[in-house]
C-alpha cells in the first residue's frame, strides 16, 4: 500500500515538474547524468597518464594530459550549467508550488480556516514547500548520478578484492538506516509545532504591528509579549536543535569512519595486489576508492532526503486536495427580481458548542432597505455570512434568492450581484485609487465610477487633502505611505462598496468610525443611490433605522420582532428598549447644555 501510495505521489510530482518546464527537467536529466560519465573516463584517463609516466613518450603524455584537461573542463561547465538551471528551475518550482498552495487557499471552503488544525497543516506545507520543488529534483538526480557513478566505478575496480565492497554496502546500509529514523524524528517534530510555529511567528509580529503598536506602548505590554514569545520559541527550536546536534555527532562520526574506511580499502588493495600495482593502477585505485565513498555518501544524503520529502507529500497534497467551495454550474444569477426569503435557518460554527441562529425566517422584498439589530453576539454577521452562501453545508433550513435556493446558484454570479462592506474590511498599502477600485475589478478604469463612489461615501475631501490625491498610497509600511484616520479608511472601503454595480447591498456597521456630520451626509447619499437596489445594514446606531423600509430585531441567534421604526417604537419591545437607552445619551447631552447656557428648551 504504502509503495503503491509513494509511487502516486511520485507520479504526481513528476507531473509538476514536467508542467513547469519539461525542456528544463529534460536538460537537467541529461546534466546529470554526463557529469558522472565524464568523472569515470577521468579516472581511466588518470590510470592511463600514470602508467605513460613510467617510459611513456612525451607526446603520448602530453595528449593523455590534454584528453583529461578536456574532461575535467567540460565536467566543469556540466556542473556550472547543472547549477545555474538548477537555481532556474528552484525559481519557478517555488513559484508553481507556492501559486497552487495561494490558489487553493483562495477556494477552499471558508469554514476550514474555523479550525485550528487545517492553520497547522496549512504552515507545515509553507515550510515544507521549498524542499519538495527543486531540492527533491536534485536529491532525486544526485541519486540517480552516484548510482551511475558508483556502478562505473565498481566496473572499474571490479578486478579488487569483494571485501571492500561488501564494506562499502555495509557502510551505506547502516547509514540509511540511521538517517531513517532522523527523518522520523523530523516528522514528528514538524507535526508536533505547528501550531507553537504558528504562534511564535505572530508574537514576533507583534513587535512591528503598527496598529497595535500604541496599545502595546500604553499598556506596557512588550515584556508580556516577549514572555509569551520567549516560550514559544524554546518550545519550537529546542526539539530542533536537538535534533541538529544529533545530526552534528552522526556526520562527524560517519567522517572517522570513512576516514577508516579509506584506510582499510587502501590496506586491502595493497596486499591483494603486492607489487604488480603499477603506478597508473595506484593512483587509479586510490581515486576511485575515494569517490566511491563520497558518492556512497551522497547516495545516502539524497535517499534520506527523498525519504524525508515522501513523508511530507501527504501532507502537502492533504491541503491541496482541502475541500473547495462547491462551485455549481446551477442558474446564472444575473440581479434580484422579486426578493429574498429565509426559511427556518439554523446554524453553528463547526467549533461552536450551539447553535448561532436559531429557527430564524424573514423575507426581504427586492429594492426594500432593511435593518438588521441587536446585542452584541446576536447573530447579525452570522446571518450576512449565511446569505452571502459562504457557510453553506452547514445551513439547516433555507435561503432563497428569487425562490431558487442559494445553493443552486452559480456562486460567482451571485457574489457578482453582491456589494458587501465587512466589519474588518481591508486596509490595504495600495494607492487611494487602487484601495477603490479593487470593489470591482471588471471596472477598474471607469473614471465616472470612481468619482461616484468617492462622492457618494464622503471620500472626495479625503483624496484631496492626500499629497498625490488618488494615486498616493496608502499605510507608511511602503512606498513613503501616508495613514489615514479610522473614519477616513472606512470611507474609503465605503467607497470600494459604491463601486462594485451590485444589486444587493450589506454593510457591517459602515459608520461605526464616522463623525455625526459625515455619517448623516453618507446616509442620505446611501439613500440615493440605492434606490431600487436591495440593502441590509447591520448596524448599532438605531438614529438611521427611522429611514429603512424594515427592521429586524436579533436575540440570541433568534428573531425578536420584525417591523418598522415607527410599529416596534409604539410597543413593548426591545427595540424600544435599545432605542430609548441610546437616545438616554442625547436627552441627558441636551439637558446639561441647557443647564450650561441656563437657556429654555
Ligand atoms: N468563526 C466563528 N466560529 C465560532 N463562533 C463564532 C464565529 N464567528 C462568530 N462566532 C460566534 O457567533 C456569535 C454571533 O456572532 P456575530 O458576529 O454574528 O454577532 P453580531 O451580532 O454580528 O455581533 P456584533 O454586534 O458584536 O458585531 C458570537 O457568539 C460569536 O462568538
Known amino acids: 500500500m504504502k509503495i503503491r501510495e509513494n509511487l502516486a505521489f511520485a507520479i504526481k ?222 518550545r519550537v527550536e529546542t526539539p530542533n536543535v536537538n535534533l541538529m546536534n544529533k545530526r552534528s555527532v ?42 566511491i565513498q563520497g558518492r556512497a555518501n551522497e547516495l545516502v544524503a539524497s535517499l534520506s532526503h527523498i525519504h524525508q520529502t515522501f513523508m511530507f507529500l501527504p501532507l502537502y497534497f492533504e491541503v491541496l486536495n482541502l475541500p473547495e467551495e462547491e462551485q455549481v454550474q446551477g442558474e446564472e444569477f444575473s440581479g434580484l427580481k422579486e426578493g429574498i426569503v429565509v426559511s427556518n435557518l439554523s446554524f453553528k460554527y463547526i467549533n461552536s458548542s450551539s447553535k448561532i441562529l436559531k429557527d430564524v425566517t424573514f423575507s426581504i422584498k427586492k429594492g426594500e432597505r432593511v435593518a438588521i439589530v441587536g446585542h452584541n453576539g446576536s447573530g447579525k454577521t452570522t446571518i450576512v455570512k449565511c446569505l452571502l452562501g459562504l457557510y453553506d453545508e452547514f445551513l439547516e433550513g433555507s435561503i432563497y434568492y428569487d425562490g431558487l435556493s442559494i445553493s443552486d446558484y452559480n456562486k460567482d454570479t451571485l457574489r457578482n450581484k453582491i456589494a458587501v462592506l465587512f466589519q474588518n474590511y481591508g486596509k490595504y498599502p495600495f494607492s487611494f485609487k487602487e484601495n477603490v477600485i479593487i470593489g470591482d475589478l471588471k471596472n477598474i478604469d471607469n473614471e465616472e465610477l470612481y468619482n461616484q463612489a468617492l462622492n457618494s461615501s464622503n471620500s472626495r475631501s479625503i483624496v484631496n487633502s492626500l499629497p498625490n490625491g488618488s494615486n498616493t498610497s496608502l499605510g507608511p509600511e511602503f512606498n513613503k505611505g501616508i495613514d489615514m484616520s479610522g473614519g477616513q479608511w472606512q470611507k474609503t472601503a465605503l467607497a470600494r462598496v459604491y463601486f462594485r454595480d451590485a444589486d444587493i447591498v450589506f454593510l457591517d456597521e459602515p459608520t ?68 430609548l437607552a441610546q437616545s438616554e445619551w442625547y436627552i441627558a447631552e441636551q439637558k446639561i447644555t441647557v443647564v450650561k447656557t441656563g437657556q429654555q428648551l
Open 512 to 579: 461605526s468610525a464616522i463623525d455625526p456630520i459625515s455619517e448623516n451626509e453618507i446616509y442620505k447619499h446611501f439613500f440615493e443611490i440605492t434606490k431600487g437596489k436591495t440593502s441590509i445594514i447591520l448596524t448599532h446606531r438605531l438614529g438611521m433605522c427611522k429611514w429603512v423600509d424594515k427592521i429586524i430585531v436579533l436575540d440570541k441567534g433568534q428573531i425578536k420582532e420584525i417591523g418598522t421604526h415607527n410599529e416596534l417604537l409604539n410597543k413593548e419591545s426591545l427595540y424600544r428598549e435599545m432605542f
Open 13 to 234: 510530482i513528476i507531473g509538476i515538474y514536467r508542467a513547469v518546464s519539461l525542456v528544463g527537467l529534460l536538460w537537467i536529466t541529461l546534466l546529470s547524468i554526463s557529469m558522472p560519465l565524464l568523472q569515470s573516463l577521468m579516472l581511466v584517463y588518470t590510470e592511463k597518464v600514470g602508467n605513460s609516466l613510467a617510459g611513456g613518450q612525451a607526446n603520448v603524455i602530453i595528449l593523455l594530459l590534454f584528453i583529461q584537461s578536456v574532461l575535467y573542463c567540460s565536467a566543469q561547465i556540466c556542473m556550472l550549467a547543472n547549477n545555474m538551471l538548477e537555481n532556474k528551475l528552484n525559481l519557478k518550482y517555488s513559484l508553481y508550488l507556492n501559486t497552487s498552495l495561494k490558489e487553493k487557499l483562495s477556494k477552499i471552503k471558508i469554514h476550514l480556516l474555523d479550525d485550528t488544525e487545517t492553520h497547522n497543516k496549512i504552515v507545515t506545507v509553507r515550510h515544507i514547500i521549498p524542499q519538495i520543488g527543486v531540492s527533491l529534483l536534485s536529491s532525486i538526480l544526485t541519486l540517480f548520478q552516484a548510482i551511475l557513478a558508483i556502478l562505473g566505478m565498481i566496473y572499474i575496480l571490479r578486478n579488487l578484492h569483494f571485501s571492500i565492497l561488501i564494506l562499502l554496502v555495509l557502510f551505506s546500509l547502516a547509514n540509511i538506516f540511521i538517517s531513517n529514523i532522523f527523518n522520523k524524528v523530523q516528522m514528528n517534530i514538524y507535526n508536533t509545532t505547528s501550531e507553537d510555529m504558528r504562534l511564535k511567528e505572530y508574537y514576533s509580529q507583534l513587535f512591528f504591528n503598527r496598529e497595535l503598536m500604541s496599545e502595546s506602548r500604553m499598556f506596557q505590554l512588550h515584556k508580556f509579549f516577549l514572555e509569551k514569545w520567549k516560550a514559544v520559541f524554546w
Open 250 to 291: 552522526l556526520a562527524s562520526s560517519i567522517q572517522i569512519s570513512i576516514n577508516l574506511l579509506q584506510l582499510i580499502m587502501l590496506i586491502i588493495l595493497v596486499n591483494t595486489s603486492g607489487s604488480a600495482l603499477s603506478v597508473g593502477t595506484f593512483m587509479l585505485l586510490t581515486q576511485a576508492v575515494l569517490q
